[in-house]
């Protein structure tokens, strides 16, 4: 089990570029969500999957933000057009099979520094 | 809407004590989970300890115990014997399929 793993660790980008950030959950785990983490705070929701379908999103993620898991697997997160205030901490979670709760695993996050 | 409370930003212990972090919450769900997650310095975060809300008993994991209150909507983290790597910021969190976290407490183990 090599765990949830994220890339890029770090990215710094320049206002109003676009940003595309990938997560490969553990493998088996059906479950795979995205978190966003500013500095000093707790980890905010921005969205689940449970395999290809997109079930839930908060109203965090605007219409620049977009996540997709085109077969199940892995996911990608991709912020078009960023601003300064989405610098923070994108942190990614998968969990085994639906139904009752399961423990979300979370990844080491990728961190976006947008200048 | 859920919300999660952790009224201690920082705490401090010695190494070998114990310590007790605090977390309220409020929720309508009857059915629900509630997590300790540990976040180190290098960010990654590591569950520490589960209790399932339909649990009378109280979750343990060696050093790690908590105290369940549901009427109370408390739930605090018990760290007995601490140690150096204990040092970090520490979570409450509340959920089903999305998880609602609070602003954490800082925890430093001093030597």
């Known amino acids: 089990d090599t765990g949830v793993s994220q890339n890029p660790r770090h990215k710094i980008t320049k206002r109003g570029q676009n940003v595309t950030f990938r997560c490969d959950p553990i493998s088996e785990h059906n479950r795979l969500y995205w978190y966003r983490q500013t500095l000093g705070q707790g980890p905010e929701f921005l969205t689940y999957?449970?395999?290809?379908?997109?079930?839930?999103k908060s109203r965090l993620l605007s219409d620049r933000f977009s996540a997709e898991r085109p077969k199940g697997s892995f996911s990608t997160l991709e912020i078009q057009r960023t601003e300064q205030g989405d610098s923070a901490m994108y942190l990614c979670?998968?969990?085994?099979?639906?139904?009752?709760?399961?423990?979300?695993?979370f990844g080491p996050g990728t961190r976006l520094l947008v200048l | 809407a859920q919300t999660v409370t952790q009224s201690q930003p920082e705490m401090s212990v010695q190494e070998a004590e114990t310590v007790t972090l605090s977390c309220t919450y409020d929720t309508s769900e009857n059915n629900y989970y509630l997590f300790w997650y540990k976040q180190p310095p290098s960010r990654q975060m590591i569950l520490v300890i589960r209790?399932?809300?339909?649990?009378?008993q109280n979750a343990t994991e060696n050093r790690f115990s908590v105290n369940f209150q549901k009427a109370a909507k408390s739930f605090s983290l018990k760290i007995s014997d601490s140690q150096l790597g204990d040092t970090a910021m520490y979570f409450c969190?509340?959920?089903?399929?999305?998880?609602?976290f609070g602003e954490g407490t800082q925890l430093t183990v001093n030597p």
């Open positions: 979670a998968s969990s085994p099979l639906a139904g009752r709760q399961e423990t979300q695993y």
């Open positions: 969190a509340l959920g089903g399929s999305r998880l609602t």
């Open positions: 209790q399932e809300a339909y649990k009378q």
């Open positions: 999957f449970q395999n290809e379908a997109q079930l839930e």
